[in-house]
């Protein structure tokens, strides 16, 4: 399919939805641990179909270990369903439209992220990008009120990719304890084009002030990467399963500040909240490639205990059916 063929979306009501989006070798990576007594299980690697919800590739100001193209084929080499590209500094609905040319048949998505680099909070921004086929829209990650009070400023990540001349406070989703005004604008453009609404770096409040507004529009939310920045117990995350939330687990463990749990805490959520609310990301910085990632995340995943039909669920059934992919399903849990 040219890039000339890729359909246009448009709003829901006004025109059809548009279809989907359709769709090198790296050095060796450390093995993930998964943090409790290892049992002598053969590798398994990726269940067929899994999709990565996070992926994060290159050109991008932080190291990546593949671009767009090297990722999406190495994904279709392996036999994945789908990607959805993830960039903290700029959109990528182009670069989904780019590496779904260079990997026919896989399913690739893009979004953007709601940081100041990109727009910020702005409907306009995510308008111009679900227009463009944009699947997911995520709140503030870097730029998030909620991430400079956990680390200290704007922009400081695990790589210290910051601004030393930003003062700012980072961008709240709160004023006056209510949402702000343009959320509400966000929310209706991201139902009217059957998107994702993502949480990004939102504190807990903001995350609950954020699905009461999507729950009456129909739109999903995802959580992202539960226990990274924010320290809640199992019993917070079940409470937001009756409200039909999703939770997006990442691939990367991690000791420091702030740590990333290992796999057996996953292993643990996904056991406490059901695996039809769970799907997996990526989200890893070179040297580690996203697709080797994601198998050496399901691997320690099974090392920990979690049933091969719970690994197929997160990777492959939840992201299907959160995809919209699943005939009238999308967004949707049974």
Not at 51 to 68: K, M, S, W
Not at 240 to 269: C, K
Request: negative net charge; glycine residues 12%; contains cysteine.
């Amino acid at each position: 399919m040219s890039l000339s063929e890729v359909p246009t979306p448009s709003p829901r009501g006004i025109l059809s939805p548009s279809a989907a989006l359709k769709g090198g070798p790296h050095a060796s990576r450390p093995a993930l641990q998964g943090g409790g007594p290892q049992q002598p299980l053969p590798p398994r690697g990726l269940p067929p179909g899994a999709f990565d919800l996070y992926c994060t590739t290159g050109p991008c100001i932080l190291p990546r270990a593949g671009d767009g193209f090297e990722v999406a084929q190495r994904a279709a080499a392996a036999g994945m369903g789908g990607l959805v590209f993830h960039n903290h500094h700029e959109g990528t609905v182009g670069r989904a439209a780019l590496a779904a040319h260079a990997a026919p048949g896989l399913r690739c998505y893009g979004g953007v992220v709601l940081n100041e680099y990109a727009g910020g909070l702005s409907r306009k921004t995510v308008y111009v990008a679900m227009l463009g086929g944009a699947k997911c829209i995520w709140m503030p990650t870097t730029d998030a009120h909620f991430h400079a009070q956990r680390l200290g400023g704007t922009g400081r990540s695990v790589a210290k990719v910051f601004d030393p001349l930003d003062t700012s406070p980072g961008l709240s989703l709160l004023e006056d304890g209510r949402l702000r005004r343009e959320l509400g604008e966000i929310a209706r453009v991201v139902a009217d084009f059957d998107g994702l609404l993502c949480t990004g770096h939102a504190s807990p409040d903001e995350i609950r002030a954020l699905i009461e507004l999507a729950q009456p529009l129909g739109v999903p939310v995802v959580v992202n990467h539960p226990y990274f920045l924010l320290d809640e117990p199992v019993d917070f995350f079940r409470s937001l399963v009756a409200e039909g939330v999703y939770f997006e687990l990442p691939s990367t463990t991690r000791a420091g500040s702030p740590p990333i749990p290992p796999a057996r805490r996953y292993v643990e959520l996904v056991q406490a909240l059901g695996s039809d609310c769970c799907t997996v990301g990526s989200e890893c910085m070179a040297p580690h490639h996203p697709v080797d990632r994601l198998a050496e995340f399901a691997d320690a995943l099974r090392v920990e205990g979690l049933a091969e039909a719970d690994v197929e669920a997160i990777f492959v059934q939840t992201p299907r059916r959160l995809l919209g992919l699943d005939q009238g399903s999308e967004g949707r849990r049974q």
